[in-house]
């Protein structure tokens, strides 16, 4: 008989990995789980008379509820270091996949919050062998990073932009317009300057209208420039090599290239 530590290295390669045969079909299983699971709260929300479809609804919502703890259970199980699957995404997703319905005896309504859930389908990357796709997606992350103090400055100057304005159509159209207070008058600007537009409050003054036609026109700004910043950091990423699915067994990091054999993170072997 196997011991102990062989059956959760074995679990381990089911659970994590989705280079086996036995990993995929769970994975796969675990997918349409999530997608079943997800389809039977959307239509649970739906006010149904019938009491058999809405036993049938519970029924399913609990059935999938427990599956999934018993996974999240099993996931905590067999890795390694346990807090760094709990404190990472997944690990985080998987939690709050299964608490709302948990929650939900105290608190009812609050079911309805585990379709976060689906966020759970991002593992599909890994369950087709979609590499190139895993490949695509870390090259978007490295240019979100390397792109983020430019937009946080370039957000940072639209901030004072609003506010700006903001004051300034305070003192020009007043209360008696509609703008309250500064507070409403910023609301107003970050409406205005983001294109939406909600007409709820709008400047009935010359002065007023010839101001909100200028935020208007830099709003077209808000699109155009940290799409330009983002735009230029992918623009400049470089090929990588070719990656594959094996996650660390260590610290659970993914996107090794091919022929590694210890993780690039942590240093840790890789399971063969």
């Known amino acids: 008989m196997k011991n102990l530590d062989s059956v959760k290295s074995d ?83 998987d939690l709050l996949a299964i608490l709302p319905t948990f929650i939900s005896l105290v608190f009812p309504g609050l079911q309805y919050l585990i379709n ?42 639209l901030a004072f932009i609003v506010v700006l304005m903001g004051s300034f159509m305070y003192v020009i159209e007043g209360p008696e317009n509609g703008f309250k207070n500064i507070p409403t008058s910023i609301y107003w600007a970050i409406v205005t300057i983001t294109t939406v537009g909600y007409g709820d409050i709008s400047p009935q003054t010359s002065l007023g209208q010839f101001l ?15 799409t330009g910043i983002f735009a230029a950091e992918f623009a400049r990423r470089k090929p990588r090599d070719t990656i594959t699915t094996q996650v660390c067994p260590h610290c659970l990091a993914e996107g090794h290239d091919a022929d590694a054999t210890n993780c690039k993170y942590c240093g840790a072997v890789l399971n063969p």
């Open 11 to 93: 679990l381990y390669v089911i659970i994590y990995e989705a280079d086996t045969p036995a990993g995929r079909m769970f994975d796969v299983v675990l997918i349409w789980s999530i997608i079943l699971s997800v389809t039977i709260v959307v239509l649970e929300s739906i006010h149904i008379e019938n009491q058999s479809l809405r036993i049938f609804f519970a029924f399913g919502e609990w059935f999938f509820t427990i599956l999934f703890t018993i996974e999240y259970i099993l996931r905590l199980w067999v890795v390694k270091r346990k807090m760094v699957y709990a404190a990472s995404f997944f690990g985080i997703i």
């Open 116 to 157: 976060i859930r689906i966020l759970r389908l991002i593992r599909i990357f890994r369950v087709f062998k979609l590499t190139r796709f895993i490949s695509e997606g870390q090259a978007l992350k490295r240019a979100l990073i390397s792109s983020m103090h430019k937009v946080i400055v370039f957000f940072m100057i």
């Open 212 to 226: 909100a036609s200028l935020v208007m026109i830099i709003g077209y700004s808000v699109i155009a420039v940290p």
